[in-house]
């Protein structure tokens, strides 16, 4: 059977927007649009029966959407709407003039019938009595109380309300929303079934999955939804959940200040326990992903539901008994953590490092022997525990004469008391007559404490408060509307006697006020509050129970990075002392080494490699070594950059002092010869040697013996030029001069051949140009050089990484070569012309002495060569001084020590005819 309705809609929107929104609905599908008339539009129900709510409410959406005011028809066709039976659930109620609908979590536990469709189903019964929710319930009255008697908030209007238990069950949440917008009689005449919702807003639900299901039945409706304990961060979402509204914070700062607070402790290595729930499942999925952000890795995640079979709930338990992290993260709300630590009390698992959600850490779910055994340590936020005057008198005086009849309160009664108001019939569904002792009335709730009245106010029952204040001030705000300046088409304010819930929320989302406590209370564009959290921690006290002591907070106003505030010293942790438990994986890596990532596991478990030479690291668990700059080195810690040791051949050191006191004994002999030689003078030997060419030769080899000092000490621009010129000019000075004197020697034997002049070309002028012209010439190239690309001081960095070698660049190479090979080309034509004039028989031959000393100087300079080369740092400046000193060593001694040993020991052969004689007598 098909029923049609006619529905005159005037709301300036497409026909396809509607046809869209209408088919997303389960009131039928479209027909057809009148094509004379384009706002009559024909719809048809499916099976009457079923429960359908009134047909103009879902246009609430369209004009949400296009924020337009429609205005519906009055005229009724006689239609009867019909629902299903009521949620036969006890209640709280009042009447007034706006009705205000709550849903809580009155009972833990719904007990299931199965339904076999060929009859009405039972009526829905629940057990396991929640006291934290009855509280939660009793807040939302008193808040309503107080709004009554407020002459400035609503003066002149009265507030009443519609409060049902949910059991814990998205199933039952849904119908009680149901119940609350559209009343709960089994039928109603038209127009009743089009009228404004019997509620204007709802506050609920508790768990986020019943507040999900509830806000997607009542959402198209247009009716706010003000949830005090809902932190899904899904329903922040306003394109799925456009009318919802809390007061909580959403899970999407609380994943966040998680992860920074396991972060501000040091730990990288924990696992993850979750609620299979979208609680659980959207607050542990946030946390992860800031996790990862901070380097926190995750050792194990596993999740699970209260009503999971006894083996899995074992699994997970094992899976934290065996991990190797003591420390968890627990994103589960408190039924499920009441199972999971039954479990782990069955399997004696103690020493656990808990970080828990807000929805448990202050909830008092266990006995307070077993919550210090097993929770002492605990550390988690919580929302603000703020007290509200006067609420605890009106809890404290909540009575059953208060409401008469009522079965949800005697039940609160009695099992807050454990007595019976009849023994006949226990009204206490987990009672059992004849067990109990008779209720009197005239007990005290303040003898009792548990979660509905705690010594310390959690901050839930501040949520439910400020939620009720937060519709009032909207209502407030609506109804002193002045028309002209309103906030709809034409600057219109909502009807009074005819306010749509569409309208209330508009205001319920630019509400902004200060409570009575201080705190300022408005909606972002989410409908969620300012984020504010307090950190407690559970500590054993001497009772054997456990204390919530505040650690720190978060709040989510303060200036960045000023936030998060901890006072680390108040902590007492799940170990015993005052030590933060470590959760690593590996051991941070120290400064002077780098991580390195094991292959197949998580990025926290590394191994720690040290830095390479010259890179370093300053800071524990770096990923990378940073490289020194060119002229520093890493320290042997390779924690730091010192600058790299500068090397040269220096007069301090040994070697230095020793090729100095080599040098001086040098300089010492030559000037010893010279004087001995300067002395005898006059004496055969000294003038059969020209004594010219011989003290100019001294002179040669003392300067020799002077230059080699430049190669000693720091380099700098005039040492390196006078290293490679001087040294140049000097030694070509003595082998010319070495060259002089074998000429001479060669051409005297050649003079006394009959008719020959060869003597006029080598006396002393020619003897002196000669050795003149040869040095001359050398000088010549060294002027060019340094004028050209003279040597200068280098920082060789090339040869070790970690010595800075202070050296001379040569320049120009060619230069360096052909000084370099002039001096070789006279050294062995001096070399040539004293070897094949050796064997002259005259004891005035010098040319054996001659050709011994140069054989002497070139070997030198031949084993230099490679000794130069091989030579790292200032040993190549070593060995050229050693180079210097010993060829300039052998000329002196093989060219002058056998005049020497003759003038000074054998002065009777220092004769003339000695120096004739053709036998050597040497």
């Not at 005449?189 to 019997?198: D, I, K, M």
């Amino acid at each position: 059977m098909t029923t049609a309705f006619e529905l005159l809609k005037r709301a300036s929107v497409s026909s396809k927007l509607l046809q869209r929104l209408l088919e997303n609905q389960l009131f039928g599908k479209a027909e057809k649009w009148i094509d004379a008339d384009p706002t009559l539009f024909v719809i048809s129900i499916n099976d009457p029966d079923n429960d359908v709510v009134t047909v103009k409410s879902i246009i609430y959406e369209v004009s949400i959407l296009n924020s337009t005011i429609p205005s519906y028809p009055r005229e009724a066709r006689g239609i009867t709407c019909k629902r299903q039976a009521k949620v036969n659930l006890p209640d709280l109620s009042k009447d007034g003039d706006i009705i205000l609908g709550g849903i809580f979590t009155m009972h833990l536990d719904l007990i299931h019938d199965f339904n076999y469709f060929t009859f009405s189903p039972k009526s829905t019964k629940c057990k396991s009595f929640g006291f934290a929710s009855f509280r939660l319930a009793q807040t939302m009255i008193f808040a309503i109380e107080e709004i009554n008697q407020n002459e400035n908030l609503l003066p002149g209007i009265t507030l009443g309300y519609q409060i049902h238990d949910d059991c814990a069950s998205s199933t039952i949440a849904s119908k009680a929303a149901l119940a609350l917008i559209n009343g709960e009689q089994e039928s109603i005449e038209y127009p009743e079934c089009t009228g404004s919702s019997n509620v204007a807003a709802i506050i609920g639900c508790g768990p986020s999955t019943n507040s999900i299901v509830t806000a997607r039945t009542i959402g198209s409706f247009g009716i706010p939804m003000v949830s005090y304990y809902s932190t899904c961060s899904c329903l922040s979402n306003k394109k799925e959940y456009p009318t919802f509204f809390r007061t909580i914070p959403s899970d999407q700062y609380q994943s966040k200040i998680l992860a920074e607070l396991v972060r501000t402790f040091g730990w990288t290595w924990i696992g993850t326990i979750r609620s299979n729930t979208d609680y659980g499942n959207f607050g542990m999925q946030g946390f992860v992903e800031h996790a990862e952000k901070f380097g926190i890795c995750i050792a194990y995640s596993e999740s699970f539901y209260r009503t999971d079979p006894a083996q899995k709930i074992s699994k997970v338990v094992q899976v934290i008994k065996q991990a190797s992290t003591k420390v968890v993260v627990a994103f589960v709300d408190a039924g499920d953590m009441r199972i999971l630590l039954k479990e782990m009390m069955r399997q004696n698992v103690t020493g656990i490092q808990w970080i828990g959600s807000e929805a448990w850490v202050t909830r008092n779910f266990l006995p307070a022997e077993e919550r210090a055994i097993y929770l002492t340590g605990t550390i988690g936020p919580a929302t603000p525990r703020i007290e509200i005057d006067d609420l605890r008198d009106y809890l404290q005086n909540v009575h059953p004469s208060i409401f008469p009849d009522n079965i949800m309160v005697t039940e609160f009664w009695e099992t807050l008391f454990t007595c019976s108001f009849t023994r006949d019939n226990g009204t206490s569904p987990e009672s059992s007559p004849g067990q109990i002792r008779q209720c009197t009335g005239k007990e005290h709730v303040e003898e009792v404490e548990n979660d509905y009245f705690p010594v310390i106010m959690d901050g839930s029952s501040y949520h439910v408060y400020s939620a009720v204040y937060s519709i009032a001030h909207a209502l407030h705000n609506l109804f002193t509307c002045v028309e002209g300046d309103g906030p709809f088409m034409n600057n219109t304010c909502a009807q009074i006697a005819n306010i749509d819930s569409w309208q209330l929320m508009h205001y319920l989302r630019t509400v902004n006020f200060t409570a009575k406590t201080g705190e300022t209370i408005y909606f972002d564009k989410n409908g969620d509050p300012v984020p504010r959290y307090e950190f407690v921690n559970l500590q054993a006290n001497f009772k054997g129970s456990v204390d919530i002591v505040s650690v720190g907070y978060y709040d989510g106003s303060a200036t960045p990075g000023r936030e998060l505030m901890m006072n680390f010293g108040d902590i007492v942790w799940s170990t015993t002392g005052n030590k933060i438990p470590q959760a690593i994986c590996s051991e941070p890596c120290l400064p002077g080494t780098r991580k390195v990532s094991r292959k197949g596991q998580p990025v926290c478990c590394f191994d720690c490699a040290e830095c390479a030479d010259g890179e370093i690291s300053n800071v524990t668990d770096s990923i990378d070594c940073i490289k020194c700059p060119s002229k520093y080195w890493s320290n042997r810690a390779k924690t730091k950059c010192v600058l790299k040791k500068v090397e040269f051949l220096s007069f301090r050191e040994l070697l230095g002092f020793v090729l100095v006191t080599l040098v001086l004994m040098g300089v010492g002999f030559t000037l010893t010869i010279a004087a001995i030689f300067y002395r005898y003078r006059e004496t055969p030997v000294v003038k059969a040697n020209n004594s010219e060419l011989s003290f100019l030769l001294l002179f040669a080899l003392l300067l020799c013996f002077i230059v080699s000092l430049a190669f000693i000490g720091e380099p700098s621009g005039w040492s390196c030029m006078l290293r490679r010129t001087a040294f140049g000019v000097v030694f070509v000075l003595c082998i010319s001069c070495i060259l002089g004197k074998t000429i001479l020697v060669v051409v005297a034997f050649t003079a006394t051949l009959p008719n020959s002049s060869v003597m006029k070309w080598v006396g002393p002028t020619q003897q002196r140009l000669g050795v003149f012209g040869l040095t001359f010439l050398q000088g010549l190239v060294c002027v060019v050089w340094v004028s050209v690309s003279p040597p200068y001081p280098l920082e060789n960095m090339s040869h070790y990484r970690d010595i800075i070698i202070l050296e001379c660049n040569v320049g120009s190479l060619t230069a360096f070569y052909l000084v370099s090979a002039y001096i070789a080309l006279l050294s062995i034509v001096c070399l040539l012309l004293a070897f094949l004039s050796r064997n002259l028989p005259d004891n005035f031959n010098d040319t054996k002495y001659i050709t011994f000393s140069m054989l002497i100087f070139c070997a030198v300079w031949i084993t230099f060569i490679p000794a130069y080369v091989s030579s790292p740092g200032k040993y190549t400046a070593a060995v050229e001084v050693f180079a210097i000193w010993a060829s300039s060593f052998g000329l002196l001694l093989c060219i002058f020590a056998p005049k020497c040993y003759i003038i000074l020991l054998k002065p009777e052969k220092n004769t003339k005819k000695n120096m004739m004689d053709k036998v050597t007598s040497l």
